[in-house]
């Protein structure tokens, strides 16, 4: 099983990249923050989900251990594959998915490509046993959420929006804050 590889990118495809490493290259899937992380040419040290089947084999590419944490969690769930679980991902981060988690948001999970309201469920259900509870309020989520949106309307591309936001500290309690030291954190 492959867990692991670091080399060079060769080649940005959209929903791929692939990895050149000891003159081998490796079509990995990965989601689209991880796109928008890593340029032809550079190098990238990527944590590898080898999925195989009867008939295929395929590799998903993390940067971040968090993202690959839930990736394998999403996995345990009956009815989400691998795509399903890269979708939810490309449309909540870990910590974005957490909170929907705490707070039963089956909206959140039904506007992911593939995922009804059935499956939205049971994602809730099957993380819900599986993943530490934050303590956090409605109102955090609620924040987070409008912070998102205010930053893809300056400019921001969602997934980066996403990801910048669930960095913010739990301390953050208006969307203004939650701007303002998202646009201090790009910078």
Do not use: C, W
């Not at 032809?40 to 993390?62: A, N, P, S």
């Not at 993202?67 to 679980?85: C, H, I, N, Q, W």
């Not at 909170?99 to 009804?116: C, F, M, N, P, W």
């Not at 921001?156 to 301390?171: C, D, E, I, N, T």
């Amino acid at each position: 099983m492959i867990a692991r590889i670091t080399g060079t990118v060769v080649e940005r495809e959209e929903k791929a990249i692939i990895v050149s490493a000891s003159g081998i290259g490796y079509r990995v899937a990965v989601g689209k923050a991880v796109l928008e992380a890593v340029h032809e040419g550079e190098e990238v040290i990527l944590r590898i989900y080898h999925h195989i089947t009867q008939d295929k084999q395929d590799l998903y590419g993390f940067i971040e251990s968090a993202e690959e944490k839930y990736f394998r969690l999403l996995l345990d769930v009956p009815s989400v594959g691998p795509r399903t679980a890269r979708n939810i991902l490309d449309a909540a981060t870990p910590a974005i998915l957490e909170q929907a988690v705490a707070e039963d948001d089956v909206t959140l999970l039904t506007k992911v490509s593939g995922v009804g309201k059935r499956t939205a469920e049971r994602v809730l259900i099957e993380l819900k046993a599986r993943i530490k509870q934050p303590k956090k309020t409605r109102a955090t989520g609620v924040v987070q959420e409008q912070a998102i949106e205010a930053l893809i309307s300056i400019g921001f591309a969602p997934s980066q929006a996403r990801v910048v936001v669930g960095k913010l500290p739990k301390s953050v309690k208006t969307v203004e804050e939650a701007v303002k030291q998202a646009l201090r954190q790009k910078a």
